[in-house]
C-alpha cells in the first residue's frame, strides 16, 4: 500500500489473491468487469501491477514489464505504463504524482532502465496520457507514429537508448477496405461497445472487420501503435477512441440514419 504526499489518499494494490472481491475502477460492472479481471489475471503472471485508490472513482495505473506489453514497442529493459488515469472529483489532489512515482520507485528498485507510455496531443489523445504532464514529470518523446501517436519515456540514465515503436506502429495500415477494428480485452469498455458497432454496422450495411486481439505476441505486432483499439477505414488509421453506435454511425456518415 502506498500513501499519497498531496491530499491524503491511500492506494491499494489489486493482485490475484484479492481481484475477485476488490473493485477495478476502470471497468464497468458485470460481464465488462469480468472480462477485464479475467485479464488481469493473467497478466500478474508476467508482472503487471495495478494500484487504485482506496476510495472509489477513476484513480490508478496499470503497468508492467515492456516486453510482456500488448503494443508493438522495442523497449527491453523498461517499464510500460498501460494506464494511468486519474479523472472527475479525484483530480487536483496530487494523486497521479502519487502513482507515477510509486512507478519510478518500482521500477528503479527492478533495475529497470526506465519507463514509457503513449501519448498525443488534442483531439487524438482520447484513452492516452496527456502530454504536458508527462512533460512536467520529465518525458520526452522517444518515438512518433504516423498516426500522431507518441512514445515517451523517461530514462533513468542520460546514456539510456530510447525505447521505439516497432516499424507497424510506426506507420499503421492494413489493406482492408471498409473499417478495420483492432481490439483487446485490456480495457472493459471494449466489451460492451464492440458487439454494439458490430450489430449497427450489419444493421446498415456498413462493410465492418473486427480482429479480437488474445495473445501477446499477435499484439505486438498489431499494425497500429495501440491495441486495446485501434480503427482503420479504407487502410487508413482512424482513432483509438472507443466508439458507441451513436459516434460510429456518425464516424461513418450515417448517423442521419437513426433519426
Known amino acids: 500500500m502506498i500513501s499519497g504526499k498531496g491530499d491524503i489518499m491511500h492506494y491499494i494494490r489489486i493482485t490475484k489473491e484479492n481481484i475477485d472481491k476488490e473493485h ?15 485479464w488481469l489475471k493473467q497478466r ?11 476510495e472509489r472513482g477513476k484513480c490508478f495505473i496499470e503497468y508492467i514489464p515492456a516486453e510482456n506489453a ?5 523497449a ?7 494506464c494511468l488515469w486519474v479523472s472527475g472529483s479525484m483530480k487536483g489532489h496530487g494523486y497521479s504524482n502519487d502513482l507515477l512515482n510509486e512507478c519510478i520507485r518500482d521500477a528503479k528498485e527492478q533495475g529497470k532502465k526506465g519507463i514509457c507510455i503513449l501519448s498525443s496531443e488534442g483531439r487524438k489523445k482520447e ?10 514529470k520529465g518525458f520526452s518523446a522517444a518515438d512518433t507514429s504516423d498516426c500522431g501517436i507518441n512514445l515517451m519515456y523517461l530514462p533513468f540514465d542520460t546514456d539510456t537508448e530510447p525505447s521505439k515503436f516497432k516499424e507497424c ?5 492494413v489493406e482492408e477496405e471498409g473499417f478495420v477494428l483492432y481490439y483487446t480485452d485490456q480495457c472493459p469498455f471494449t466489451c460492451y461497445w464492440v458487439p454494439r458497432v458490430v450489430e449497427v454496422a450489419k444493421e446498415h450495411k456498413i462493410s465492418f472487420k473486427v480482429i ?11 499494425p ?13 488509421f482512424l482513432t483509438q477512441g472507443i466508439q458507441s453506435d451513436k459516434k460510429f454511425l456518425a464516424l461513418a456518415g450515417r448517423e442521419s440514419d437513426r433519426k
Open 24 to 38: 477495478i475502477c476502470c471497468a464497468m460492472s458485470g460481464k465488462q468487469s469480468i472480462v477485464k479481471k479475467e
Open 44 to 54: 500478474f503472471e508476467e508482472g503487471l501491477v495495478f494500484y487504485r485508490s482506496a
Open 70 to 74: 500488448w503494443v508493438p514497442i522495442d
Open 76 to 82: 527491453d529493459g523498461y517499464i510500460y505504463i498501460n
Open 127 to 136: 484513452f492516452l496520457a496527456d502530454p504536458k504532464y508527462l512533460k512536467f
Open 169 to 173: 506502429a510506426r506507420h499503421p495500415k
Open 212 to 222: 479480437h486481439v488474445t495473445s501477446r505476441d499477435a499484439a505486438q505486432n498489431v
Open 224 to 236: 497500429a501503435p495501440v491495441t486495446t483499439y485501434a480503427l482503420f477505414r479504407d487502410g487508413r
